[in-house]
């Protein structure tokens, strides 16, 4: 059984930090991109940062660019999201996902068609 889970998540005050974790367990994840996305009260599911399988390429929405950081170690099957500068419009659940073609498929609306989802950790940022 294939399992996303993502750790981390909490409540932090604006301008705190927050690490994200996710582990991956129940195949090989081999050649697989992997990904955070989030998705905020009444709002859709959106990209947050992914990272290909061999750490060399990353990508960041323009909204968390210099603020967050997306790495992984493959030898633990881990994805890690250091979160700092947080403001209340980073308020959401954050969802780990898992793809071979995952930068491709960030593309596609709240991430459709993405092979493996976490069930999400919920980060609260207070003013």
């Known amino acids: 059984q294939v399992q996303l889970v993502e750790s981390g998540g909490g409540l932090v005050q604006a301008g705190g930090s927050l690490s994200l974790a996710c582990v991956a367990s129940?195949?090989?994840?081999?050649?697989?991109?992997m990904g955070w996305f989030r998705q905020a009260p009444g709002k859709e599911r959106e990209f947050v940062a992914g990272?290909?399988?061999?750490?060399?390429?990353?990508y960041y929405a323009d909204f968390v660019k210099g603020r967050f950081t997306i790495s992984r170690d493959n030898a633990k099957n881990t994805v890690y999201l250091q979160m700092n500068s947080l403001n209340p419009e980073d308020t959401a659940v954050y969802y780990c996902?898992?793809?071979?073609?995952?930068?491709?498929?960030?593309?596609?609306?709240?991430?459709?068609?993405?092979?493996?989802w976490g069930k999400g950790t919920l980060v609260t940022v207070s003013s």
């Open positions: 996902a898992a793809d071979p073609s995952l930068m491709v498929k960030t593309a596609n609306k709240g991430g459709a068609g993405i092979d493996y």
């Open positions: 129940g195949r090989t994840f081999s050649g697989f991109a």
């Open positions: 990272i290909v399988w061999s750490g060399s390429t990353k």
